[in-house]
């Protein structure tokens, strides 16, 4: 009996985190046990995911198993681009040149910026008042 591998990883960006694994099969994609086409209903979220993929031309090679959780849609893609992106770069090393190249390994920073006590927001000030 041929052995599975299956690759473990884990992205995020802003509040969302991706845990994927991934092993060779036909392309199925599921998140959070629904079809990917289910889950994100943009074209525009579901290209962003799957970028890591066209990159390294595995797109219908592989198949996906992924939980998200936290955030919202876009922030979710994000995570789930990242954590696909980690988990090719452990299934075959010859794949990180062309993902950093791409950007995908890089874990956006960027997150909410927390209210300031005294302020009605994070930047926002209350109205001056001279008198």
Do not use: W
Request: proline content about 3%.
């Amino acid at each position: 009996m041929a052995k599975v591998e299956i690759t473990k990883a884990t992205g995020r960006r802003k509040c969302a985190s991706a845990q994927v694994r991934i092993k060779p099969g036909t392309g199925k994609c599921t998140i959070n046990e629904r079809a990917m086409d289910d889950y994100f209903q943009s074209e525009i979220a579901r290209g962003f995911a799957q970028q890591p993929l066209v990159v390294t031309e595995m797109k219908g090679k592989l198949d996906i198993s992924a939980t998200i959780k936290g955030g919202g849609i876009i922030g979710q893609a994000g995570a789930l681009r990242h954590a696909i992106a980690r988990a090719l770069c452990t299934y075959d090393e010859k794949f990180k040149a062309a993902l950093k190249a791409a950007g995908l390994l890089t874990r956006d920073p960027r997150v909410k910026e927390r209210k300031k006590s005294g302020q009605p927001g994070a930047r926002k000030r209350f109205q001056f008042s001279k008198r």
